[in-house]
Nanobody, 124 residues
Framework: QVQPVESGGGLVQTGGSLRLSCAAS????????MGWFRRTPGKEREFVAA????????YYADSVKGRFTISRDNAKNTVYLQMNSLKLEDTAIYYC?????????????????WGQGTQVTVSS
């Protein structure tokens, strides 16, 4: 059973940093594109970032470009999201997702497996 598990969320002040991790089990991790999404109440899941299987390609939402960095360690079956210069509007539940293939989709329904999410709260 494929099971991504996020960790690293918490409460941080504006301008601060957090590093999210997502460890995935039950799959050949290096065969999967990995993505991060986030959701706030009343809204659909919003694309944040995605990374290719070999880390050669990454893609970011405009709202986080230059502040967030996605990376992965295939030996540890883990994907990371380093979040710097956090803003109030970054407050959300953050989810990691996995997708077989090479394409880096930005829409949530194109991903096959999802974690339970980790809460990130940015306060002033």
């Amino acid at each position: 059973q494929v099971q991504p598990v996020e960790s690293g969320g918490g409460l941080v002040q504006t301008g601060g940093s957090l590093r999210l991790s997502c460890a995935a089990s039950g799959l050949t991790f290096s065969n999967y594109v990995m993505g991060w999404f986030r959701r706030t109440p009343g809204k659909e899941r919003e694309f944040v970032a995605a990374i290719s299987r070999s880390s050669s390609n990454t893609y970011y939402a405009d709202s986080v470009k230059g502040r967030f960095t996605i990376s992965r360690d295939n030996a540890k079956n883990t994907v990371y999201l380093q979040m710097n210069s956090l803003k109030l509007e970054d407050t959300a539940i953050y989810y990691c997702a996995a997708r077989v293939g090479t394409f880096l989709p930005t829409t949530w329904h194109r991903y096959d497996y999802w974690g339970q999410g980790t809460q990130v709260t940015v306060s002033s």
